[in-house]
C-alpha cells in the first residue's frame, strides 16, 4: 500500500510541474521565425511570445479581427526543442530572474504610434515567460492600453502573469478582467471565440 501512495504521489507532483509550465497542450516546438508587420495606418499592435504555435494562431486571429500591426517575441537564445529542456530552461530564468536578450522588436519611435497594446503569451511556470519581462522592460507604455490573451493548462485565470503585466507595463491602462485565457488544448477549434473577444471589447475593424 505504501508502495502505491508512493506511486501515486509521484505521479501527482509530475503533473502538478506539467501544469505549472504548459501553456500548451503541444510537446513540440514551432517554427521560430522571426515576425515585424508594423505597416499599416492602425493604433493597435499585437504582440506574442509563441513555443508551441498556439499564441501565434491566437494572435493571427486578433491582427486579422482588429485590423492591428503584430510582432513576435523571440529570445536570442532560442529555446530548445525539446519540451522538457525547454521547460528546465524556463524555470530556472524564473527561478535566477533572468531577462533572456530577445531579438530587435520595435523602436521606441515606432511602438509610440499604438495606443493599444494586445499581448499574448503562454503561461510558464505561473508567470509570464521571461522575454516578455524583457520586452516590457524595454518600453516606456505610459498612457497605453493592454490587453492581455494567453493560454493554458490550469492556470486559467492567468497565475501571476496579470500582475507582472501590470507591474512592468507601469503607466499603462492593463485591462486584466478583460484578458482572454484559452485552454492550450482548446486554441485550435477557438478562432471564432477569440474573434468574438475581439468584438465584445470593441475592437473589430
Not at 48 to 64: E, P, R, T, V
Not at 118 to 147: A, C, H, N, Q, R
Not at 180 to 199: F, I, T, Y
Request: aromatic content about 10%; proline content about 3%.
Amino acid at each position: 500500500m505504501q508502495k502505491i501512495i508512493k506511486t501515486l504521489s509521484v505521479l501527482l507532483v509530475l503533473t502538478l510541474i506539467v501544469s505549472a509550465f504548459a501553456g500548451c497542450a503541444k510537446r513540440s516546438r514551432a517554427d521560430q521565425n522571426e515576425e515585424k508587420d508594423i505597416a499599416k495606418e492602425t493604433k493597435v499592435l499585437v504582440v506574442y511570445f509563441s513555443w508551441s504555435g498556439h499564441l501565434n494562431s491566437m494572435a493571427h486571429w486578433i491582427a486579422d479581427e482588429t485590423g492591428g500591426d503584430i510582432i513576435r517575441v523571440l529570445a536570442k537564445d532560442e529555446y530548445p526543442e525539446s519540451y522538457n529542456e525547454t521547460a528546465d530552461r524556463a524555470k530556472n530564468e524564473k527561478d535566477e530572474g533572468i531577462r533572456p536578450e530577445i531579438k530587435d522588436t520595435l523602436t521606441a519611435d515606432e511602438l509610440a504610434k499604438y495606443d493599444t497594446i494586445f499581448l499574448g503569451f503562454p503561461v510558464w511556470w505561473y508567470d509570464l515567460p521571461m522575454p516578455m519581462w524583457t520586452f516590457l522592460e524595454s518600453f516606456d507604455f505610459s498612457g497605453k492600453t493592454v490587453i492581455p490573451f494567453f493560454s493554458h493548462e490550469g492556470s486559467s485565470d492567468g497565475a501571476g502573469s496579470l500582475s507582472t503585466i501590470s507591474k512592468l507595463a507601469a503607466g499603462a491602462t492593463v485591462k486584466a478582467d478583460d484578458a482572454l485565457s484559452l485552454r492550450g488544448g482548446k486554441v485550435d477549434s477557438s478562432e471564432n471565440d477569440v474573434r468574438e473577444w475581439v468584438k465584445n471589447l470593441g475592437y473589430s475593424k
